[in-house]
């Protein structure tokens, strides 16, 4: 069974920076293309970011510039470094694998944008 993990959400102020991880457990993780997504209160989960298995990226129009998306493969993790966050970044993030399979996903992790 494929489980995914994410972690460093929290509260950071307008401007502010977060890290945020996702650490993949039973699965061959370097074979996939994998994603970040998030999902605010009453929107559909949107794709944020993603990164191939030969670790080419491609973001949002919206956090391009901002996010970085990165893949440790010896470690099963990824991350997604997110700089001058704004208020409109606020959502609860996933990662999964791009495109996602539905029975894959976690919890998430919240992030707020707030002063």
């Known amino acids: 069974q494929v489980q995914f993990v994410e972690s460093g959400g929290g509260l950071v102020q307008p401007g502010g920076s977060l890290r945020l991880s996702c650490a993949a457990v039973g699965t061959a993780f370097s074979i996939y293309g994998l994603g970040w997504y998030r999902q605010a209160p009453g929107k559909q989960r949107d794709l944020v970011a993603r990164?191939?298995?030969?670790?080419?990226?491609n973001y949002a129009d919206s956090v391009k510039g901002r996010f970085t998306i990165s893949r440790d493969n010896a470690k099963n993790t990824m991350y997604l470094q997110m700089n001058s966050l704004k208020p409109e970044d606020t959502a609860v993030y996933y990662c999964n694998v791009d495109p996602p399979v539905r029975l894959w996903w976690g919890q998430g992790t919240q992030v707020t944008v707030s002063s």
């Open positions: 990164i191939s298995n030969g670790g080419n990226t």
